[in-house]
């Protein structure tokens, strides 16, 4: 690899992170340089060369950007404030020997 592919890759990183500390509260258009960007990045996956780059992008601006949950059980249970008086004693009761 050489000096200017290593100076791209870090350069496509380094946009994807700036934009995302813009803070922008704009959804259309963090919507919109999303989607070309996911465009952009999709036409690199036809070059070997840039295959990689155009996986690690994706996966950076899927994290950053979208709103997918932690793992499977995290919308799973019940919470806590809908449970009687005698489950959440129960919970908290068993949260407590967990926890020490």
Not at 64 to 83: Q, V
């Amino acid at each position: 690899m050489s000096e200017n592919d290593i100076m791209s890759e870090s350069e496509c990183y380094n946009r994807i992170i700036n934009f995302f500390q813009k803070d922008t509260k704009d959804e259309e258009k963090i919507e919109i340089w999303k989607n070309r960007s996911y465009i952009k990045l999709m036409r690199k996956l036809n070059d070997d060369r840039s295959k990689v780059l155009a996986k690690n992008a994706i996966l950076l601006i899927l994290n950053l950007f979208e709103n997918f949950p932690p793992d499977i059980y995290n919308n799973m249970g019940d919470k806590l404030e809908h449970l009687d008086s005698k489950e959440k004693q129960k919970v908290l009761s068993q949260l407590k020997k967990e926890a020490f």
